[in-house]
């Protein structure tokens, strides 16, 4: 699938955010953001990057586990994600290859479609600490493709919408840098954050349809 002009972009970020609002989620969301091309106001935009903070499922129903085991072979439903969750919505119930239910997999069936392009970030912390402690990361093991593009805008935050911020990227006045001036704004040098900008552009131009990545941090 080929990517979003910028009001479909805009359209899809807002039918994510009203499906957190409205629906029962595999684990609590508590934060939404979009950030890289859609953020910066291109159009059109070939990928759409969307940020979800989620809690870690500390306390939930470990008995609703044996049923999925059985009827899909995945394990900790009532541990990882929420097991009533997984009653309603078993169409989106992922494991991961360990087969334990992936939060960020099932999050990800439940907020998007298909073969749409986008990106689906999903961590713990919220957006701006992830950037920096991906910025650190990134550094210490020399690959910059983990790094975060701290180019953010947070949409929807503890069941608060950004009405503004949704006009905003409607309208393409977020003034944002380029992605190595970011970097540098984070305490990279110039040298490393052009190499670091360009290694990430690389490794997105290679991503095709749907991706996602969970984190914890």
Not at 93 to 114: D, I, M, Q, V, Y
């Given at each position: 699938m080929s990517g979003f002009d910028r009001e479909a972009a805009v359209d899809r970020v807002e039918e994510i955010v009203d499906t957190v609002e409205d629906e029962r989620m595999p684990v609590p969301v508590r934060e939404v953001w979009v950030y890289g091309d859609v953020a910066l106001g291109l159009d059109p935009i070939d990928?759409?990057?969307?940020?979800?903070?989620?809690?870690?499922?500390?306390?939930?129903?470990?008995?609703?586990?044996?049923?999925?085991?059985?009827?899909?072979?995945?394990?900790?439903?009532?541990?990882?994600?929420?097991?009533?969750?997984?009653?309603?919505?078993?169409?989106?119930?992922?494991?991961?290859?360990?087969?334990?239910?992936?939060?960020?997999?099932?999050?990800?069936?439940?907020?998007?479609?298909?073969?749409?392009?986008?990106?689906?970030?999903?961590?713990?912390?919220?957006?701006?600490?992830?950037?920096?402690?991906?910025?650190?990361?990134?550094?210490?093991?020399?690959?910059?493709?983990?790094?975060?593009?701290?180019?953010?805008?947070?949409?929807?935050?503890?069941?608060?919408?950004?009405?503004?911020?949704?006009r905003k990227l409607r309208e393409s006045e977020f003034a944002l840098p380029t992605l190595s001036a970011a970097l540098e704004m984070l305490g990279m040098d110039e040298k490393e954050a052009t190499a670091a900008a360009e290694e990430v552009h690389a490794w997105r131009d290679e991503q095709d349809g749907m991706t996602v990545r969970g984190d914890v941090v």
């Open positions: 990928r759409l990057d969307v940020y979800v903070t989620k809690d870690v499922l500390l306390r939930d129903d470990p008995g609703g586990e044996d049923e999925f085991v059985e009827s899909h072979g995945v394990r900790g439903v009532g541990k990882s994600v929420r097991a009533d969750w997984a009653v309603e919505y078993p169409e989106y119930l992922r494991a991961n290859a360990n087969g334990h239910a992936a939060p960020e997999k099932c999050l990800a069936a439940h907020l998007l479609s298909g073969d749409e392009p986008i990106h689906l970030e999903v961590c713990n912390a919220s957006f701006e600490d992830n950037v920096t402690q991906r910025l650190r990361g990134a550094q210490l093991r020399e690959d910059y493709t983990q790094l975060l593009d701290p180019r953010g805008v947070c949409l929807w935050v503890d069941g608060t919408r950004s009405e503004e911020a949704f």
